[in-house]
């Protein structure tokens, strides 16, 4: 069987090689490493709210990886002018792959990590590397729904709304802190294709923003904290 190569491009010169990068925001902008399986339809739309949108000069794609080194997302972000790297899953124990994808990303000592599509379950090896940093999109109230196939639930439910959720990774399935919600309203959607339609015209949006505000927010919680260290000191 012939062996999937790597694809990546070379990291800035400025990044570490080795070890969890500490948040570097600051006053400069946010490194954003995201990861995808598939087209990446998330993806475009992050990278050109950094590119032209809500996250211009807020933050910069340090990279796109994807575990699947065809994936068409792949050849998207990169004529978006983004650096990209995979890394093939096929065929690997889980721990050991993420060990792999974690030495991979740390490169590009990104701040946070963003998934986008990405069809993998994360081991606690990855969710520990990056604790804190790891945000993902879920097409459902996590609440009322766990996992793959949200928008068959709502549409076979027929529910006449469901709700994009923006939430951080923790070591359970779509269980990490809400960050975001936005409802879709769902009546008169006769398909399955008109319902994932609303919907990811609510994430391509919800995405881009809530990452937005949650950099605002480090940027100025880090003068606050400094001011205090000062006044203690």
């Avoid at 070890?19 to 954003?32: A, D, E, N």
């Avoid at 650096?83 to 050991?96: D, I, M, P, V």
């Amino acid at each position: 069987m012939k062996k999937e190569a790597e694809h990546s491009v070379t990291p800035p010169s400025d990044v570490s090689s080795s070890g969890t990068p500490p948040f570097r925001g600051g006053g400069g902008v946010t490194r954003v490493a995201i990861l995808l399986s598939g087209r990446g339809s998330n993806m475009v739309a992050l990278v050109e709210a950094v590119q032209k949108g809500i996250l211009q000069d807020l933050a910069a794609v340090a990279v796109v990886f994807s575990n699947k080194p065809a994936a068409p997302g792949l050849a998207t972000a990169a004529a978006l002018g983004c650096a990209t790297a995979s890394l093939a899953s096929q065929g690997k124990k889980r721990a050991e792959f993420d060990a792999e994808v974690v030495e991979l990303l740390n490169r590009y000592a990104p701040d946070y990590i963003v998934l986008a599509g990405y069809m993998r379950i994360l081991s606690p090896t990855f969710i520990r590397a990056f604790a804190g940093r790891i945000l993902n999109i879920h097409p459902a109230d996590t609440h009322q729904h766990q996992g793959l196939h949200a928008y068959e639930w709502a549409f076979d439910n027929q529910l006449p709304e469901t709700k994009i959720t923006v939430h951080l990774v923790d070591e359970g399935l779509d269980t990490g802190p809400i960050l975001a919600q936005q409802a879709v309203d769902l009546r008169g959607a006769a398909t399955l294709a008109e319902v994932e339609r609303r919907g990811l015209a609510v994430e391509h949006q919800l995405y881009a923003a809530t990452l937005a505000e949650l950099i605002e927010k480090e940027r100025h919680a880090e003068p606050a904290e400094a001011s205090r260290g000062q006044s203690s000191a």
